[in-house]
C-alpha cells in the first residue's frame, strides 16, 4: 500500500491509502478515519460508507461531518471509491456519468468487458476488510452505510452476507434498482438482460428471504429530486412490513439529496451503528 495523505482531525487521523486490488484488477484509493486512541492493544469497530454515482472517498470525509463524532464514540470510519478506475478499466461508451467509472453500483458484474473489473461486491465486503483489518487498529465488528447507489450497496451487502455485519444504514438509497432507470441502465449492462438475475443485487427483493435482520435505519429528504422516479422508499418499506423486516424509515421534510442533507442527520445514523458496534 502507498500512503498519499494523513491530515489530523479531531484528535483522530484521516489517511488516504492506494494499493492494488486482486478482485478489481487495478489500482485503487480509500480513506480511513481512525479516532483517538485506536492502536494495535486498542482496536476500535468499523464503519463502511459506500459512496453515490459520480463521487470518490473524499465527497463523504469532507462533506458529512461526520469525524467529531466517530472521535468522541471510537469508531472508525473507511470510505472506499465507487468504481474501479484507470485507463485499462472500460467506462461508459457514451462518456454519461451513471455508469461505468464512479458507478460500479456494488454489484459484481457477469458481462464483457465488465466483468474483468466490475466486481465492486467482492471488493467492499471481502477484500477490502481483510486489507484493513490487517493492516490497521480496528476489529471484526463492522457496520455499513452509504448514500443513493452507495445506499443500494449498503442494503445488498448487508442482506446478503449474514454475520457479516453488525449494524446497517442508509440515505436515500436506490430501493428497488430493477426497476428504476439508473438500476436498469447499470443491471443491464453489468448482470445482462435476464432480469431474474438482478434479484439477487436489489434490496426490495432480497429483504423478505433475508436469514438476518439487522435493523435498518433509512433517511429520505421529501424535496430530493430523484425521489419519484430513482429512489422510491415506499416500496422497500411496503416488502417490509410484508414480512415483519425490522425497518425504520424516516422522510424528511425540506431534505434534498445533497451531503447537506447528509450531514444533517449523520449524528443519527452513526449512533445507530455505535449501539449495536459498541
Known sequence: MEQIGNNRVFGGQHQRWRHRSVSLDCDMVFAIFLPPGASLEHRVPVLYWLSGLTCTDENFMQKAGAQRLAAQLGMAIVAPDTSPRGAAVPGDPDGAWDFG????????????????HYRMHDYVVRELPQLIEAHFPVNARR????HSMGGHGALVCA????????SVSAFAPIVNPSTCPWGEKAFSRYLGDDRATWAEWDATR???HAPERLPILIDQGDADGFLAEQLRPEILRDAAKACGYPLTSRLQPGYDHSYYFIASFMEDHLRHHAAALL
Do not use: C, E, K, M
Open 101 to 116: 467509472h464512479g458507478a460500479g453500483f456494488y454489484v459484481n458484474a457477469t458481462q464483457d468487458p465488465w466483468g474483468r
Open 143 to 146: 457496520g455499513i452505510s452509504g
Open 159 to 166: 442482506l446478503r452476507n449474514p454475520g457479516h455485519y453488525l
Open 206 to 208: 432480497l429483504i423478505a
